[in-house]
């Protein structure tokens, strides 16, 4: 089976502007997560998606956003960026007719530098 | 205070050795632990998952929790420089949920 797979692998933005990132989970896999990775901060969860419904939600701003399309893809928008907002976003799924959350597999990430 | 505290290293130790790494938690909820390693430039890895207290081995890897003391180690028999990466202890409370918390990672060099 194929991996996780995000696009695009690296993204330079502009403060202000906004940006979209995409996931697409193993096949089969009907959660997907997202997480922000900083050196200071470490992993720290954005939301989760099961099912095209927002399962979980962490504590960001509401600029971070997402979505989850019909075949499990999933997307998220980040809009009025900020210095702060550069990292790697890193999408994982889980499999399991509920979504196991303790079983997830990480896509390579999206590394987004903000300018 | 971190929900889950992990020593960020370096560490490093010569090849064959055997690696104790290490994670502790303030949150009694978690019931599912997780170890992922991570190499430079990629995503987490998932190395291996223990629900509640208890062992686990795969291979050179074991892990275990000691849930009456929050405290969760994974260790590597005969370590191997491709061993050498960011290693990241993660923790959740209920199976059904994609939320994890993660330590901040202890960052392991195996000299050959």
């Known amino acids: 089976k194929a991996g996780v797979t995000q696009t695009p692998r690296y993204l330079i933005k502009t403060r202000g502007q906004q940006v979209t990132l995409s996931c697409s989970p193993i096949?089969?896999?009907?959660?997907v997560s997202w997480y922000q990775q900083t050196p200071g901060q470490g992993l720290q969860f954005l939301f989760e998606y099961f099912s095209e419904t927002q399962r979980n939600k962490g504590n960001f701003p509401g600029r971070f956003s997402g979505r989850q399309f019909s075949n499990s893809r999933s997307e998220m928008n980040v809009s009025t960026l900020e210095l702060g907002d550069s990292a790697l976003y890193l999408c994982a799924s889980s499999p399991g007719s509920q979504g196991a959350g303790y079983e997830q597999y990480f896509g390579p990430g999206t590394r987004l530098t903000v300018t | 205070q971190k929900e889950v505290e992990q020593d960020p290293g370096p560490l490093s130790v010569p090849e064959g050795a055997i690696v104790s790494l290490n994670c502790t938690y303030s949150?009694?909820?978690?019931?599912?632990f997780m170890w992922y390693r991570q190499y430079s430039r990629k995503g987490p890895e998932l190395l291996m998952y223990?629900?509640?207290?208890g062992n686990k081995e795969d291979g050179r890897f074991t892990a275990q929790v000691d849930k009456s003391s929050k405290y969760i180690s994974l260790f590597i028999r005969d370590s191997q420089p491709s061993d050498s990466a960011t290693y990241l202890c993660a923790m959740t409370g209920s199976s059904n949920t994609g939320k994890l918390i993660f330590g901040q990672g202890t960052t392991l060099q195996v000299k050959p």
């Open positions: 096949s089969g896999h009907r959660s």
């Open positions: 949150n009694s909820a978690f019931q599912y």
């Open positions: 223990t629900y509640s207290s």
